[in-house]
């Protein structure tokens, strides 16, 4: 019992510590008022959570497009040109990075009513009918058209598209019923599967 009380006192000594180091030696009985000193400490505490929020949305995003590479190579149209073996090699191998970030698990709640979880659901069957498209030009059209959608809900641009083309109604729709943190997301998703897509349709 003695030695756990010791470890605890020790394992509290060195949070002390660090919390002194991360806030410059908390000390509430100093001349500010306590209280002040409190609300000092929150504000310091706020950006740091604000700011673990902004990386681990960094990752997200970062696993999101790697996961999508993943779906886009199952679906290209060169992978029908193998043989049983050539073809059964590249699947496992697809199958084993898919399983290792699968591994990886992020976790930044985004808080929706029920109308944005349907509208955000709706936006992602958009998008995942580009991806399972083997017609590289058809999905590269339908993406830009989805991007001329998000150019109505945001005041950015993407260099790419021609501005006379026109945005698709139904997923315009459903995108303005997302949260903005979604649309955000949702824009920066589309701009990186365009980017492929342009590659592959240059390819051919």
């Known amino acids: 019992m003695a030695d756990n009380s010791f470890a605890a006192k020790a394992k509290r000594s060195r949070f002390d510590e660090q919390f002194d180091q991360e806030f410059n030696g908390f ?30 949305l960094m990752l997200q ?4 497009f790697l996961a999508m590479s993943m779906d ?8 029908t ?3 049983e073996g050539e073809y ?26 029920r109308a944005q979880e349907d509208s955000l659901h709706m936006v992602n069957s958009f998008i995942d009918e580009i991806i399972s498209n083997s017609d590289a030009i058809l999905s590269r059209l339908r993406c830009q058209q989805f991007l001329n959608a998000c150019s109505t809900t945001d005041t950015t641009t993407y260099t790419e598209l021609d501005p006379s083309m026109c945005s698709d109604k139904k997923f315009e729709n459903a995108l303005l019923g997302c949260t903005l943190d979604d649309q955000k997301t949702i824009k920066k998703r589309l701009q990186a ?8 349709t240059v390819v051919h």
Do not use: W
């Open 193 to 200: 599967l365009l980017d492929y897509l342009i590659k592959q």
């Open 81 to 83: 040109g193998l043989n």
């Open 61 to 64: 995003e970062k696993k999101d």
């Open 27 to 56: 000390d509430p009985s100093s001349n500010a008022k306590s209280s002040q000193r409190f609300i000092g400490i929150l504000d310091q505490l706020d950006s740091k959570v604000e700011k673990l929020r902004k990386e681990a």
């Open 88 to 113: 059964e090699e590249i699947n496992c191998y697809v199958q084993r990075i898919s399983g290792r970030l699968a591994t990886v698990e992020l976790s930044v709640c985004t808080v929706r009513d």
């Open 72 to 79: 886009l190579l199952r679906n290209n149209e060169y992978l």
